[in-house]
């Protein structure tokens, strides 16, 4: 598959699964660490329905300590050239100019920056000269502090903030030579952001329609679930927060997005389904 392929314009959202490739992912941290059950695990992805396969090897949790370079890059390339050696459309999502490169000589066909070129601008370049997708999340600072950074006080709150911010970014990767054709933007659901900010962006996402580019949703099984459905003893444990995920794949589909980032495909591919034959009306199953 080629990149413009990926961006065609469809009727339901992509969906790319996650592969995390990594001993502290918030959610499955330790299943997939290892080279074969990572790919084995993308493998399973697919078959349930993922359109991309996102391999990372840097967990982004709150509080995560980043990996050395060489970890990174002996975590994903093995994954990466197995999975897009069988045909599989593969994604990196990593930070990191290095890491990036390595990823899309080894056949990567996105580059998924948390960091939007922020913590890198190097990566920028990577995207320009291999002319892969870019997709730039809205980010502002590294897991041990981004919660300090939930601060949007400014006319229209953290749905403006994040506008202008991705905008900014599509600027960057634009000036660094990226077409701007290739990019994909991503709220950045849960980076520096409280559950009413995520909330926001999630019941406004049209606002950043205007910016022209696809727009990529990531809320699977976030913190921010984890509080909604919680109680007195505490937030709903990450294991437990599927089925809200799937309502939120749900509207995702319904407002048109071009994708969302989620951990169990076959539940979020049913419910994308369900979409497309909620919008045909009245027929024959």
Known sequence: MRPDELLAPRTRPRIM??????????????????????????????????????????????????????????RVVPVITALAGEGC?????????????AAVRAGALIINDVSGGLADPGILGVAARHDVIYAAMHWRAHSTEMQGHAH???????VTAVHDELSARLDAAVAAGVDLER???DPGLGFAKSSDHNWELLQDLAALEDLGRPILVGSSRKSF?????????????VGEREHANVALTTIVALQGMWGVRVHDVRASHDAIRVVERFRKGQGDD
Do not use: Q, W
Not at 89 to 96: E, F, H, I, Q
Not at 225 to 237: K, S
């Open 17 to 74: 699964g996650i592969v995390n490739v990594t001993p502290d992912s918030f959610s499955d941290g330790g299943r997939f660490a290892t080279t074969d059950s990572a790919i084995a695990h993308g493998r399973e992805l697919m078959e349930h329905g993922a359109d991309i396969l996102d391999i990372g090897g840097e967990s982004t949790r709150p509080g995560a300590t980043r990996p050395l370079v060489s970890e990174e890059l002996d």
């Open 89 to 101: 459309a593969v994604s990196v999502d990593t930070m990191r100019a290095e890491v990036a490169e």
């Open 152 to 158: 949007y006080d400014g006319p229209g709150g953290v």
């Open 183 to 185: 990019t994909v933007i």
């Open 225 to 237: 679930l984890g509080t909604l459905l919680g109680g007195p003893e505490g937030p709903r444990p």
